[in-house]
């Protein structure tokens, strides 16, 4: 599975963006699939996940309320729907995907449960 993350940009304090990230391959929609984030000098942290089927979703309790994940199966891609930013939401999003259904095991959370990862893709919050 490749994973290909795209929509980051500049945006100002209380703004939007939506991220995309686009899988290969036919198997998409048995992944259970995760957003992390890596800000400057600090470690990758867990923004949220979403089940295989859309239906379950979790999320970092900062992001609760403000971050939507989706997913559209027919078309291989992975959302997330970011809304009021905050300049510490600044980081490298990265898009990933479980294939060995650990997260649903052991924790959506841990970054070492997912085993594909896309390039990241790079979200400035300005104050």
């Known amino acids: 599975v490749q994973l290909q993350a795209c929509g980051g940009g500049l945006v100002q304090a209380g703004g939007s963006l939506r991220l995309s990230c686009a899988a290969s391959?036919?198997?998409?929609?048995?992944?259970?699939m995760g957003w992390f984030r890596q800000a400057p000098g600090k470690e990758r942290e867990f923004v949220g996940a979403i089940n295989w089927t859309g239906g379950t979703t979790y999320y970092k309790n900062s992001v609760k309320g403000r971050f939507t994940i989706s997913r559209d199966n027919a078309k291989n891609t992975l959302y997330l729907q970011m809304n009021s930013l905050k300049p510490e939401d600044t980081a490298v999003y990265y898009c990933?995907?479980?294939?060995?259904?650990?997260?649903?095991?052991?924790?959506?959370?841990?970054?070492?449960?997912?085993?594909?990862w896309g390039q990241g893709t790079l979200v400035t919050v300005s104050s």
């Open positions: 990933t995907a479980d294939s060995r259904r650990r997260a649903r095991l052991y924790g959506y959370s841990d970054s070492g449960n997912y085993d594909y």
């Open positions: 391959g036919r198997t998409f929609s048995t992944y259970d």
